[in-house]
């Protein structure tokens, strides 16, 4: 975690507690499996997130929101 993303074990424990053990993107409850949000360009830490907040958040990234909307219109049928 340090060499990856500069975060010490006592640092990400810290930022658990400061988010209260809630994912930093959608606010429910973290489980065991987490993963560490981050910028992919500057790989300043952001959050720590479920599994499936990370993957929208890189489709975010990847795609921009102008894409991503028109993706989630094409395939989710219009739920927007």
């Known amino acids: ?12 424990q810290d930022l658990l507690k400061m988010q209260g053990y809630f994912c930093a993107f959608c606010g429910e409850k973290l489980g065991k499996l987490r993963f560490i949000d981050h910028d992919h360009y500057t ?6 997130v479920h599994p499936r907040c ?27």
């Open 1 to 12: 975690i340090k060499r990856r993303y500069g975060l010490a074990e006592d640092e990400m």
């Open 43 to 48: 790989k300043h830490v952001r959050g720590i």
């Open 54 to 80: 990370n993957t929208i958040l890189g489709m975010v990234e990847q795609f921009g929101k102008d894409r991503l909307y028109q993706l989630l219109e094409q395939y989710a049928g219009g739920v927007w």
